[in-house]
C-alpha cells in the first residue's frame, strides 16, 4: 500500500513539475492559477517521505491534465 502511495506521489510532482515546464510558469504562477498558496504548492512537490508532503486533491490533477491539454491544442 505505502509503494502505492509514493507511485502515486511522485506521478503527481511529475505531472506538476511538467505542467510548469510545459507552460514555462513558475512554482508562483502556477500556484496563482491553481488559487493555492505556494507554500500549498511546494508541499504537493516535496517527496512522498517528507513529513511535510501533503497529496494533491483528485480535482486538482483533472484541472492541470485540461490545462495541458488546451495549451497543446494551442500550438
Do not use: F
Not at 19 to 38: F, H, K, P, S, Y
Not at 52 to 73: D, F, I, Q, S, T
Amino acid at each position: 500500500m505505502e509503494a502505492n502511495r509514493v507511485n502515486n506521489d511522485t506521478l503527481m510532482q511529475q505531472l506538476l513539475l511538467h505542467t510548469m515546464d510545459e507552460l514555462g510558469l513558475t512554482r508562483e504562477q502556477l500556484g496563482t492559477r491553481l488559487c493555492v498558496a505556494i507554500r500549498v504548492l511546494d508541499s504537493w512537490l516535496l517527496p512522498a517521505d517528507n513529513p511535510n508532503a501533503r497529496v494533491m486533491p483528485e480535482a486538482g490533477k483533472v484541472y492541470l491534465r485540461e490545462v495541458l491539454e488546451r495549451h497543446r491544442k494551442r500550438l
